[in-house]
């Protein structure tokens, strides 16, 4: 603690005492050499002790104090957002207002300047806002009580993916995020918004790293059935799919196993609603083109960071045909030209559209484009599309209110037959 009116006393009596040095004064008040100094330097043109022992700023106002107009436009500002963290109203501040040209007569009539994330804290403090910021207790010994491992060194090393639902839109209506990250950066790759968790959206959020990044080495998941299969040995179609493109698939046994993709999960999260009310995004259809172009730019800019080893583990995606990738695969055995996949029969046909003649027993491979549901047959390297012959599904019961409509329906189902 320092004591400047006992400075300044052992510094008067410096004047007349040659044994009492700057090191001693140090050593009893607590100021360096240098603060000395100044000090007796300030002291030899007053005598008032009373007035060095006083503050030069006691009893002005701050220069940087906030004036009322400043004061409300941030309470205005802040109110399409009920519920959101101090970084992210002080990066809106930044961005939208101080940074924007546009808004130059506005920063000039309402006195706004940049201000520092402590004075934004003392803001919402003043105001009563809550952050919806929450960190994890730590431990007796101060670490996390989930200690991070250390990430992958190179970026597509390991990939981290997982769905998460929200209320993302604030309807009442959750939809799930499929969100890829990367290990070694914590930047997220690629994103997809469905109503439930689901393979065709991770088929999406797969084929946006494959064509903007290229080959990543592997996958780290949770065992949902999409990933793993109950079966022991056996992929899922996702995993199948994985395989012909040599990603390794690593499932992890708990969500804290996987804790930066979780983290990321939580920060979209807290962020990401407030700026879908920032950038007027209205559904989710708009919401998924907005994501992928220029949302995961913007965040990844905020919380990426440089990998270990600057070399990419990505591999090009060259010789692969990423069409017949994405793939539902089935194998059916032909019965008098025809296969059966759930309650439908179908054929294949040549150019012509004529139906191909095939030995009765013969295995077939059979593909659906997972984002088209086109179908083809695999047979020999060669694609053959498919058509319907026979449909035996069971069908809801049909009403007929007159003749007509039971004439109708009977017509329907002899073509059928």
């Known amino acids: 603690m320092k004591d400047k009116l006992l400075a300044l006393k052992l510094l008067q009596q410096k004047m007349h ?13 607590g100021y360096s050499k240098r603060q000395l100094i100044r000090l007796s330097e300030s002291l030899c043109s007053s005598a008032d002790m009373e007035t ?35 970084s992210q109203f002080r990066d809106i501040f930044f961005e939208d207002i101080l940074n924007n040209p546009a808004m130059s007569d506005i920063i000039h009539q309402y006195h706004l300047k940049p201000r520092s994330f402590s004075w934004f804290r003392n803001l919402f403090i003043q105001q009563g806002w809550k952050s919806p910021e929450s960190r994890k207790p730590l431990r ?37 995020l499929h969100l890829a990250v990367d290990d070694a950066t914590t930047e997220p790759l690629a994103g997809c918004f469905m109503p439930t968790e689901r393979q065709l959206g991770y088929c999406y959020v797969m084929h946006n790293i494959l064509t903007k990044y290229g080959i990543p080495m592997s996958l780290y998941s949770d065992k949902h059935t999409i990933f793993r299969s109950s079966k022991e040995g056996c992929l899922t179609q996702f995993g199948l799919m994985m395989d012909d493109l040599g990603i390794e698939m690593i499932f992890a046994s708990t969500p804290q196993a996987k804790g930066r993709i979780e983290r990321y999960n939580g920060t979209v999260q807290r962020r990401l609603p407030n700026d ?81 003649h095939i030995l009765n027993d013969t295995p077939v491979n059979i593909r659906i484009n997972v984002f088209n549901n086109q179908m083809y047959v695999l047979r020999y390297g060669k694609k053959y599309p498919v058509k319907i012959v026979r449909d035996r599904r069971k069908r809801i019961s049909d009403i007929a209110e007159n003749q007509k409509d039971l004439h109708e329906i009977l017509n329907h189902l002899h073509s059928h037959k």
């Open 140 to 176: 007796r010994d101060g670490r996390a009580v989930h200690p991070l491992r250390d990430p992958a060194p190179q970026r597509g090393m390991l990939i981290q993916i997982d769905g998460t639902p929200f209320d993302w839109m604030g309807n009442g209506e959750n939809w799930t």
């Open 52 to 86: 060095l022992c006083r503050h030069a700023n006691a009893g002005k106002e701050p220069v940087n104090k906030a004036l009322h107009d400043e004061i409300q436009f941030l309470i205005d500002l802040k109110k399409p957002y009920p519920s959101i963290t101090i």
């Open 276 to 356: 879908i009310i920032r950038f007027g995004i209205k559904d989710y259809d708009t919401l998924n083109r907005w994501f992928d172009t220029f949302y995961l730019p913007y965040i990844r800019q905020k919380f990426a960071f440089l990998p270990k080893d600057p070399h990419d583990a990505f591999v090009p995606l060259d010789g692969h045909d990423i069409d017949s990738v994405f793939t539902l695969r089935y194998e059916r055995i032909i019965r008098n030209d025809s296969f059966s996949l759930n309650g439908i029969y179908y054929s294949l046909i040549d150019e012509k559209g004529e139906i191909i």
């Open 17 to 29: 005492d040659s044994s009492l040095t700057y090191p001693i004064i140090s050593e009893k008040t």
